[in-house]
């Protein structure tokens, strides 16, 4: 992604006196209520514990392409050697903007902090490599982010996360993703923060061959903030999302697309590691064929795109994974059709814009392009249970949003209210509420207003056909 970068996901900075029950009403017993896993109400929603009896991600390596991954306790035999892009003081393993750490424990963090009681990814037998990008003003831009990918695609890596955006499309960028999926990988990315600003879907997540993602909240619906468009593929939860991080507690509340993305990327390493065999096109096209679907009756919409984000469907009943080499969605087609020439090029070229019309995706009804389904297996109670128990922290909250994104278009990239462009975090570092609740909390300096989160969800619908949705949209 070219210039300024944007970090996709929002952290709430609790400050002291703030800690009111996160998910009241929703724990069944008091006992379960005080743990750091039972605020983790994603990986129930999720069935996680019922997944990991059949896969962990052990096998997968995910590469997180963001500011570093810190050794958290939670983290602990989880990261492996990576590289640093960055000009920043030390390397791959200091996280700078404390935002890749907390990418890195959504996926694959263990739960071994506090006594036991720390937070867990969604994919605990994964590894992690990280590649640190300087995500400051200075524009290290497209050049240094097709570096990462390359890096990535060149590693043991199976899944490549990048839980970042821009506004700006890049050449180098683009060939890199090709690259990268030449070598196997799948490559996810978040569409950004902003969808009440009415932004398009970032780069790189809405560059063909890069899976979007959007996030959903506890409503079972897309949040206002993750932002619309044919780019976004899947969505996952992305609201009070808590999670390892770097810092005094170790523990942090956040929500974003960001955060959406990495358990999409979670959600790709138990499915790979389950079935070793399959290659990149299988295993999307499998998520996108299990994904819960909108509930407008749409094959996709450009809410929710495909659906949510349903592993443990993926895991016992999967269906035919189809061809092995052929890529399930039409963006990479789309672009390969579009004129070669100059400018043109650039706009046929955009992920699910140009080429001819039968690949575009249809518009979803207005009325009901937020609406989601029941989520994984049809838990529409749980889903929506989940949004009205959870209570208001008790307190002040910060709450700093953290992406823009904006589509691939002719005319000049539309600007939020936000940095000059260059790698700048379009949101705070991830910050740490107090777990347990007798910790004091730790807020960090403000930044810039950003961009918000998502919302939505989906119900299974019968797959687009045997080999899924690489049907035109």
């Known amino acids: 992604m070219r210039a300024s970068s944007t970090r996709a996901t929002r952290w709430n900075v609790l400050i002291s006196g703030s800690l009111g029950l996160l998910l009241a009403g929703v724990a069944a017993t008091p006992a379960h209520a005080e743990t750091v896993r039972s605020r983790q109400w994603h990986l129930d929603v999720m069935k996680a514990e019922e997944m990991w009896r059949t896969s962990t991600g052990e096998g997968v390596t995910v590469a997180v392409i963001d500011s570093g991954v810190d050794p958290e306790p939670d983290l602990e035999g989880q990261v492996l050697p990576g ?3 960055s000009v920043k003081p030390g390397d791959e393993r200091d996280d700078f903007g404390n935002h890749g750490t907390g990418m890195a424990a959504l996926i694959a ?15 605990p037998g994964a590894k992690i490599l990280p590649i640190r990008m300087d995500l400051s003003a200075g524009r290290p831009g497209d050049e240094k ?10 590693s043991a890596a199976k899944v490549v996360n990048i839980s970042l955006g821009s506004p700006y499309d890049g050449a180098a960028t683009r060939d890199a993703v090709k690259y990268a999926l030449g070598k196997g990988k799948l490559i996810f990315a978040a569409a950004g923060n902003s969808g009440n600003l009415g932004l398009d879907v970032e780069f790189p997540a809405a560059t063909p061959g890069v899976v979007g993602i959007g996030a959903v909240g506890k409503d079972a619906k897309a949040t206002r903030e993750s932002q619309r468009g044919p780019e ?25 697309t960001s955060d959406a993305t ?24 499998v998520m996108l064929n299990t994904a819960g679907g909108p509930t407008d009756g749409a094959e996709r919409n450009d809410s929710v795109g495909y659906g949510m984000v349903r592993p443990r469907i993926a895991l016992t009943d999967p269906g035919d994974p189809g061809p092995a080499d052929e890529y399930p969605l039409p963006d990479l087609a789309a672009a390969a059709s579009a004129s070669p020439s100059a400018e043109a090029s650039k706009d046929a070229d955009s992920k699910g814009d140009g080429g001819d019309e039968a690949q575009q995706p249809a518009p979803a009804p207005a009325a009901s392009s937020d609406d989601g389904g029941g989520g994984d297996g049809g838990n529409t109670g749980l889903w929506i249970g989940l949004g009205i128990g ?12 953290l992406v823009r994104s904006r ?22 570092p991830y910050q740490q509420p107090s777990y347990p609740p007798a910790q004091p909390t730790q807020q960090q300096p ?18 687009p056909g045997p080999v899924g949705p690489g049907q035109p949209r």
């Open 83 to 85: 590289k640093d892009f």
């Open 109 to 123: 963090a263990t739960g071994k902090s506090h006594g036991g009681d720390g937070a867990f990814g969604l994919a």
């Open 145 to 154: 982010q097709a570096e990462a990918i390359r890096y990535a695609a060149d």
């Open 232 to 256: 976004v593929d899947l969505v996952a939860p992305g609201t009070d999302i808590i999670t390892a991080c770097a810092g005094e507690t170790g523990l942090c509340n956040t929500s974003g």
């Open 262 to 285: 990495a358990l999409a990327s979670a959600s790709a390493a138990l499915i790979w590691s389950k079935y070793p065999d399959w290659t990149n096109n299988q295993v999307l096209r």
């Open 390 to 401: 959870a209570a208001v922290l008790i307190g002040a909250a910060v709450a700093v949003p």
């Open 407 to 428: 589509r691939r278009a002719a005319a000049p990239p539309q600007q939020p209210p936000a940095p000059a462009p260059g790698f700048a975090p379009h949101q705070q």
């Open 446 to 463: 403000a930044q810039p207003p950003q961009y918000p989160p998502y919302q939505q969800q989906y119900p299974q619908q019968p797959p």
